[in-house]
């Protein structure tokens, strides 16, 4: 049925035309596999709900078993909750003392769970008595919860407060056996670095009892779950990552309303599709951006529907944060029995809550991050349902990069998750509550904070906490939890009031930024206006009221270099890393009525200055003739700066998970500092929280995936999806995205230039005289395209891999390994791919596998998950030639030319008869229209081996 409903939506007048792509995953088959010595209860259980274990979750089994700490990272609904409560009840039967602390990062969730896990402790006949204890825990039951319950569900926020009053929870932390983190990617940012360091105080306060827990987190997939794991957590852990459950093909389609010009909003479009799928008799879900979008849809639909089909009006409904708990419930259960076809939702359904499985998601705007794309799309098609998902854009950079780039979203690792260990806010913070909650002595300083003692020097100075000859003391009466919280990195916040009462708390940047005088605010889907505004007081006092209107903030940024700390050179062009000292005045305001000014109002706040850390790179100066040069027009080379800069920020969170508003930029024609034209990237916030650091890493990504985003979009002088952006302090003047394009493509230049200039050189040096006599002209009509060039790399490589350590209810690993090699060999990619997984799954850090899964991959068409396998393989054997040469086609695959000839580089070096480098080599600047060179390089492979034919073609060609 979800087929044909995609076909009649292809030809379907009002929506074929916006429908940029559709990809079509295909289904997937269960991988099952049995666990050995499973305790009675846990046997009945499975054999009475006729459950088989899949892969992933046995491998759990064994890691828990094992003693380790545990990282799953398998999409929505492949059975991750089974896959660590199954060994967690094995130990709690085992040890009727065991505790298990269960953190969830919404309240909601932990309620779904709770369900969930009573349910288990019923059929297993065990008595754990599991409760929830978070803020809406009766004080009536709190005692007995803490003096007989083993299993605790609650939430970050609640542990931050209670760790305090450990002592009457001696019991709990002393037995406490496993502390399970689910939604772990939430624990990002401020956010995750605060987290990051409250396990650190949780775990002091487990060793003081006695026990060292276990941890077991559940993720959506990340760029680099155990870099994240490891740092959230501060241990190594074991990563399962492979999903080996059942799943029907779904049909992810990118739906770009700005395709075709049309009177309609993204929002009525949004309805539109949605009553398309509901009468076509799919349940969908809609997720949106605001909670009173979730409503109008929600409302339009029945209203549209009403008139013709009352009955399925009544079958729609919304569901967001705010509503009853008994609200909440009663949705997901009619969502569960099919009773309701179609719901609008926030991101509140994104996370565990069981509610069945869905014929047809639609995402209305991208969510800002691929994780909670992926997790959303995940609500449809559990098992071996077939499904449908809508990803539709909004008008900004980000949405309309997917439609343009659709690889990125279904080819290219998820984002980097990041949290940081270093900002001294946050460090000073939760030191004051752990020397609160236990005197705190050296060792302990140094092993759960990783700091020195000189950074309690003011602490000391003001009084805060005392020193004695072995520790340090808190020397204050208060809780200093209650000061800071985790959301936050300072502790300078406004109080935001509506009828005397608190509606929310905001740092200063957000309060000057949000809620200035005379700003519209939206909390929770209703819109207030700010009424007054103390600086001084931190006091925001607000009105509600209905307006037409919104209001946009204006500033000036300016920025000092106080410390270099790290530079990167990619070819010619440096990128540096170091600590910044921000101003930013906020100096005025506008009133708009969608893009139209109504009108400007001036601003009285002193400025925001604070220290953070950033990147940066120059330009050269001569950059500006050559544009005004080639483009006509006011502020031309200025226009490309402040172009490059906002575009280079609206792509950033596709490498490095993080809002937009999380980083700050400039862009300048001159810098003091530098002495050239500049631009800055920055954390938005004090101490920063490690996003500009690990820019440092993605640059060369980042300035392709902009490149692209520019030079792909249809307008002519900018707008809302390319360079425009909507935070910009300067009312987006001036900008030039002709000039932006230009720029970009420079960038490209010069990172592929520098190093190679020198390399090219010393390799021709190499070649000696091998290299033909070339005649001055060159004909270039016959030159064939890098695409079409015929590329045979080696014969797999056949080494002997060492033996495996696997337990024995997994298959053999030499028997996957050999199996794999021969289908790969004969071009059966898909199954030869699965055979290499599930070697991978028994010895997981083998580079020979990483490898062949890399070839099985790249023997299927995806070229940017093979590389990424490659590299993997590389960083475990980095010496090994054929890999080398491998990761160099696949760089080359993936148009990474500098990195490619940087390795071929390295090769020739150690092997200067390697035929395959030289052509490849040719092949290479052949590509980047070196002619040439690239005859140079075929010549010379040649010369090495007289039957290449490749060479001999592409130099036939070539004269």
């Avoid at 050179?569 to 969608?594: A, P, Q, R, T, W």
Wanted: with cysteine; charged share 25%; aromatic share 10%.
């Amino acid at each position: 049925m979800v087929s044909k409903v995609l076909e009649r939506l292809k030809n379907d007048i009002r929506y074929r035309d916006k429908i940029a792509h559709v990809e079509t995953l295909p289904a997937r088959e269960a991988q099952y596999c049995e666990v050995e010595n499973l305790p009675e209860n846990i046997m009945n259980y499975l054999d009475k709900n006729n459950f088989q274990l899949y892969q992933h979750q046995a491998q759990a089994f064994k890691h828990v078993r094992a003693g380790e700490n545990v990282l799953i990272t398998t999409p929505t609904a492949s059975g991750k909750t089974m896959a660590f409560n199954l060994p967690i009840m094995e130990q709690l039967t085992a040890d009727n003392d065991a505790t298990a602390l269960y953190i969830y990062p919404a309240k909601a969730l932990a309620n779904d769970q709770l369900q969930i896990i009573k349910s288990l402790e019923s059929d297993l006949d065990l008595k754990l008595i599991s409760n929830i204890y978070d803020g809406d825990t009766p004080k009536s039951e709190r005692p007995w919860i803490k003096k007989n319950s083993r299993l605790i569900l609650t939430n970050p926020y609640e542990l931050h407060l209670i760790l305090y009053w450990h002592h009457q929870w001696e019991r709990f932390y002393k037995n406490l056996k496993f502390v399970v983190i689910d939604e772990a990617h939430q624990y990002r940012g401020v956010f995750g670095s605060n987290v990051a360091f409250l396990i650190r105080r949780l775990k002091r306060i487990c060793h003081y009892y006695g026990s060292n827990p276990q941890f077991i987190l559940s993720s959506a997939t990340l760029a680099n779950p155990q870099e994240f794991a490891e740092k959230l957590i501060g241990e190594p852990f074991q990563l399962i990552s492979k999903d080996t459950s059942p799943s029907g093909e779904k049909h992810f389609i990118l739906y770009n309303p700005y395709n075709k010009k049309n009177d309609l909003s993204v929002h009525q479009e949004t309805m539109n599709l949605f009553l398309f799928f509901i009468i076509q008799d799919l349940q969908t879900l809609c997720f949106t951006v605001s909670r009173k979008m979730a409503e109008l849809i929600a409302m339009w639909s029945k209203n549209q529907i009403g008139e013709k089909k009352p009955k399925l009006a009544d079958k729609i409904t919304a569901y967001r944060a705010g509503y009853l708990a008994e609200e909440r419930r009663n949705i997901e259960e009619k969502l569960r029995s099919g009773e309701l076809v179609g719901v609008t939702t926030t991101n509140a359904l994104e996370l565990g809550i069981n509610i069945g499985s869905l014929d047809a998601v639609i995402i209305s705007g991208y969510p800002g991050t691929m994780i909670s794309t992926w997790q959303q799309a995940g609500r449809s098609g559990r098992k071996h349902k077939d499904s449908l998902v809508v990803l539709m854009a909004f008008q900004n950079p980000l949405d309309q990069y997917f439609m343009n780039n659709p690889q990125f979203l279904f080819d290219k690792a998820h984002e980097n998750a990041i949290i940081d260990l270093q900002n001294p806010h946050i460090v000073k913070a939760h030191l004051l509550c752990a020397i609160n909650e236990l005197p705190l002595n050296k060792k302990d300083l140094k092993e759960y904070f990783e700091a020195e003692p000189s950074i309690l020097s003011d602490l000391i100075n003001n009084g805060t906490i005392r020193e004695t000859p072995y520790t340090w003391i808190y020397n204050s009466n208060d809780n200093p939890a209650f000061q800071h919280g985790l959301d936050q990195i300072s502790s300078d916040i406004f109080k935001v009031m509506h009828s005397n009462r608190l509606m929310e708390k905001m740092e200063r940047s957000h309060a000057y930024r949000e809620a200035h005088e005379g700003a519209v605010l939206i909390n929770q889907g209703e819109t207030y206006t700010v009424e007054t505004f103390d600086s001084e007081r931190r006091f925001i006092n607000v009105a509600k009221r209905t307006v037409d209107y919104h209001t946009q903030v204006l500033k000036d940024v300016d920025i000092k270099i106080t410390e270099k700390i790290d530079q990167r050179e990619i070819g010619g062009l440096k990128v540096h890393f170091g600590e910044l000292e921000v101003s930013e005045d906020f100096y005025k305001y506008k009133i708009m009525n969608y893009r139209k000014v109504l009108g400007t109002y001036p601003l009285d706040l002193p400025p925001l200055k604070f220290r953070t850390r950033g990147v940066w790179f120059t330009l050269p100066a001569s950059l500006k003739d050559e544009l005004e040069k080639k483009f006509d027009g006011d502020e031309i080379f200025a226009g490309g700066l402040h172009g490059t800069e906002h575009a280079l920020i609206a792509l950033f969170p596709l490498h490095v998970m993080c809002d937009r508003f999380d980083i700050g930029g400039l862009s300048t024609p001159y810098h003091p500092d530098t002495q050239e034209p500049s631009i800055f990237i920055y954390d938005a916030y004090e101490g920063g929280i490690g996003l500009a650091e690990k820019a440092l890493e993605v640059f060369e990504e980042l300035v392709d995936s902009t490149r692209a985003l520019v030079d792909n979009c249809q307008c002519k002088d900018g707008c809302p999806s390319c360079i425009y952006s909507p935070k910009c302090g300067n009312e987006n003047r001036p900008l030039h995205k002709d000039a932006t394009s230009y720029i970009l493509k420079k960038m490209r230049q010069n990172m592929e230039s520098g190093k190679v200039e020198e390399i090219i050189p010393e390799i021709s040096q190499i070649a000696g005289d091998g290299v033909k006599d070339i005649n001055d002209g060159i004909s270039l009509k016959d030159e064939p395209s890098p695409e079409n060039i015929s590329m045979h790399p080696p014969q797999a490589p056949a080494k002997a891999l060492a033996g495996s350590g696997a337990y024995v209810e997994f298959e053999a690993l030499d028997k996957l390994r050999e199996r794999g090699k021969e289908l790969y060999a004969n071009g059966e990619s898909e199954e030869a791919l699965s055979f290499f997984e599930r070697a991978l799954e028994i010895k997981p850090e083998d580079a020979h596998l990483l490898q062949y899964k890399a070839m099985s991959l790249e023997q299927n068409g995806n070229h940017p998950l093979a590389l990424e396998y490659y590299k993997q393989a590389h960083a475990l054997d980095s010496k090994d030639e054929d890999l080398l040469y491998h990761l160099a086609i696949s760089l080359y695959n993936n148009k990474e030319y500098l990195e490619a000839k940087l390795l071929l580089s390295d090769i020739i070096k150690s092997n200067p008869q390697s035929d395959q480098a030289w052509y490849l080599l040719g092949v290479i600047l052949q590509a980047q229209e070196d002619i040439y060179g690239a005859i140079q390089f075929y010549s010379k492979a040649l010369s090495l081996n007289p039957d290449h034919e490749e060479a001999s073609e592409s130099l036939r060609k070539l004269l």
